[in-house]
């Protein structure tokens, strides 16, 4: 049998025979090192594609980027007069700070890459500029310019509606990436092979990733760049990962930080498994069982995850998704808006994809949903968990996804009803109904319908006699009077069985054995961590426990006077 390797080299080897040409926008290629005649040469070609400065006003600057990002690309070269003669210029911080000041100015620019060249023993700084491949650039006083000859020109009225019309056609993650297929990580290669059900030894193997979106001619697409190498060494994209940050506060200062970068299926399930790691769970005792509730439901995480690599812009470049671990909330923040027409208010019933090959190809490695379920299954799966809804937030720069880790009851509430829903006795619905009830509440078809969030009184009055009937609520009255209680049978948690009289006396008699922390009383009784750290307050300024240390390493002991007459 051939090995791996030789596959590998054999199905390239095969599809250059039945490789079909494109064209592609020729590109200038700028080098390291040039003669005076070279550089000469080089800047004399192609005056559509190379602009002149001597020095580095982010002004000027600004608009030849803008320009340059609305047509085929080109290079700016610092340290050369009009007249071609190179004065010199090297890239130091100012030079360079300049540069990216003009970038950040202007809106939308294409990728960019800034180099020091030799011209002779002379430096010159070179500015590489690509193409926009969707959408357009345009200065910080919002003109659109393009490249004709050596003029920057401003577009107006029916020309500017024509330009800006034809560039929603395009997309970036079409483009060509221009990586030979030859540079393709073999490991990822035969990943996306066995998920497609390819031979690597088939002369249509490249035909195949080209009929995906993933190649074009001899080279890969920006989507077959993302997906067969490693994105921050093979394309001018800096930030094609995802960061994810862990803060220990609500502060600005992150206690932890982890990039992750490679392949997009390994970006999406290394970050998943990070997140969900760091999140953990929370451990439950009720009764003979021992509980461990996700903080978050795995499947969240990955779909927050995925469709942030799947929907982000890969043309706004140096700008990662960022993830942000929180004590009571991860939110997750990609690079780009909602794409036409979908707004945040529509965006669990409009469909539209930015980059539809990434998409097709995510879920064939079963690391997204199909079209149009992505947010249902987070939304749904948070309801499910008993969690407050995931919130969508759209600036037009980027898209923002804050996945709360927390809900309308607690971990040790959240544990009593899986236990009952485990047995049998209760169905997802009616977990709200049985929490509120346990917490002394009574129930009326008014309030479960506003529980429930219904206005059909049919749906409450069954949900409240299902329960009745599972002797887990008693009915007192009839019909339209009729109210339900918890039955008496039923052991809810400490949080809301026990008066504050009582859970006060829990958490002294538990300070007589250990150090507390809000982890360990929010363990005991069941209360969320605001109920436990004002409790906690509380007894420390009615002088019955003493608090050391700060942050995680707080801790809450009896005073050393204490005497058992106190409470």
Request: with cysteine.
């Amino acid at each position: 049998m051939a090995s791996y390797e030789a596959l590998v080299t054999a199905g390239l080897a095969a599809y250059k025979g039945f490789i079909t040409c494109h064209t592609a926008v020729v590109t200038i290629r700028v080098g390291a090192k040039y003669t005076v005649q070279q550089f000469a040469a080089l800047i004399e070609r192609e005056t559509h594609q190379v602009e002149l400065k001597t020095g580095a006003s982010p002004s000027k600057l600004q608009e030849a980027m803008v320009a340059f990002s609305n047509g085929d690309g080109g290079v700016i070269f610092i340290g050369v007069t009009d007249k071609r003669e190179v004065v010199g210029r090297k890239l130091d911080q100012g030079t360079d700070d300049q540069i990216h000041e003009a970038a950040l100015a202007a809106h939308d620019v294409g990728r960019y890459a800034v180099k020091e060249i030799d011209v002779d023993g002379k430096a010159v700084v070179a500015i590489v500029v690509k193409r926009r491949e969707e959408g357009f650039a345009q200065t910080s006083d919002g003109r659109i310019l393009v490249r004709k000859g050596a003029r920057n020109v401003a577009l107006f009225g029916a020309d500017a509606w024509e330009f800006m019309s034809s560039r929603k056609l395009r997309r970036f993650e079409r483009a060509n990436a221009e990586i030979s297929l030859d540079d393709c990580d073999s490991d990822a290669l035969l990943e996306l092979s066995e998920v497609y059900g390819w031979s690597l030894s088939s002369p249509d193997l490249w035909d195949r990733l080209g009929e995906r979106g993933l190649a074009v001619g001899e080279n890969l697409t920006i989507a077959g760049a993302l997906f067969l190498t490693k994105p921050s060494d093979s394309l001018q994209l800096n930030k094609a990962i995802v960061e994810v940050r862990r803060y220990p506060d609500d502060g600005t200062d992150y206690d932890r930080r982890e990039v992750f970068d490679g392949p997009l299926p390994a970006q999406v399930r290394g970050a998943t498994k990070f997140i969900t790691d760091e999140l953990g769970s929370d451990l439950v005792v009720t009764g003979l069982y021992r509980y461990e509730i996700p903080k978050l439901p795995e499947v969240v995480v990955r779909e927050a995850i995925a469709n942030a690599v799947a929907h982000r812009s890969y043309e706004i470049n140096r700008t990662a998704i960022l993830v942000e671990i929180r004590p009571d909330i991860v939110v997750v923040r990609s690079p780009g808006g909602l794409p036409e027409p979908v707004t945040v208010e529509t965006i669990r019933q409009a469909q539209a994809a930015r980059n539809p090959d990434i998409i097709d190809v995510l879920r064939r490695f079963s690391l997204a949903e199909d079209a149009g379920r992505g947010i249902d299954v987070m939304e749904d799966e948070m309801e499910e968990a008993l969690l407050d809804p995931p919130e969508f937030i759209d600036d037009g720069i980027s898209v923002t996804v804050r996945l709360p880790l927390q809900g309308p009851i607690t971990p040790r509430e959240r544990a009593w009803v899986s236990d009952l829903e485990r047995q049998g006795r209760i169905s997802g619905s009616d977990k709200l109904l049985l929490v509120h009830a346990a917490r002394g509440n009574e129930l009326t078809n008014g309030v479960a319908r506003g529980i429930l969030k219904t206005e059909d009184s049919g749906v409450a009055r069954r949900a409240l006699q299902r329960l009745r009937d599972a002797e887990l609520l008693e009915q007192v009255g009839e019909r339209g009077s009729s109210t339900y209680y918890l039955a008496e049978s039923i052991a809810p948690p400490a949080a809301y069985r026990f008066s504050l009289h009582q859970l006060i006396g829990m958490v002294l008699d538990a300070a007589e054995i250990e150090e507390l922390s809000n982890e360990r009383v929010r363990e005991l009784t069941g209360l969320n961590r605001q109920q436990s750290l004002t409790l906690l307050q509380q007894l420390v300024r009615d002088g019955r426990l003493l608090q050391t240390g700060s942050r995680r390493g707080t801790r809450y002991v009896l005073p050393a006077d204490d005497d058992e007459g106190l409470f």
